[in-house]
C-alpha cells in the first residue's frame, strides 16, 4: 500500500504523526464504539433484518480497512525533514515563477500527503518530479 510499483511513501514528520494519531483513536476510541453499537444492534433482535446490525458490521469493516491502510504506510514510509539548498527534492519548499512574474510556493511532499490547496504537492507529480 505505501509501497507503489516498488516505491516506498515519503511522509513529513507532521503527516506521519498525524496518521500515528488517527491510527491510535481508529484502534482505541472507533473499534470499542462499533462493539457497542453492534452489541446494541444484536439486541435489538432477527439480524437477517436488522438494519443497524447491518450499518455497524459495515462501519467496522471500513474501521477494519482503514486501520490495516494505515499500518501498512506507516510501516513502509520514511519520514523526511524540511529541507532547504541548491536542489529540490522530498521535504524542500520551492517557488515557481511563471512567465507572467506570479509567483506560486509549494511544498514537495509523498503522494499519500499531497493537498494543491495547502501548497503541498506529490514528488510522483509532472511538477513534483
Sequence with gaps: MAEENGKREYLTKQKYDE???????????KRKEVAEDLDYARG???LSENAEYHEARLEQANIEDRIA???AILKDSIVVE?????????GSTVTV??????????MI???????????????RSPMGQ
Design 69 to 71: 491502510k494505515l499500518e
Design 19 to 29: 496518521l500515528v494519531q488517527e491510527l491510535k483513536n481508529l484502534k482505541n476510541v
Design 44 to 46: 435489538l433482535g432477527d
Design 97 to 106: 515563477e511563471k512567465d507572467n512574474g506570479t509567483k506560486k510556493t509549494f
Design 109 to 123: 511532499v509523498g503522494s499519500a500527503e499531497s493537498n494543491i490547496s495547502q501548497g503541498k504537492i506529490s514528488n
Design 82 to 90: 524540511d529541507r532547504h539548498g541548491d536542489r529540490a527534492m522530498i
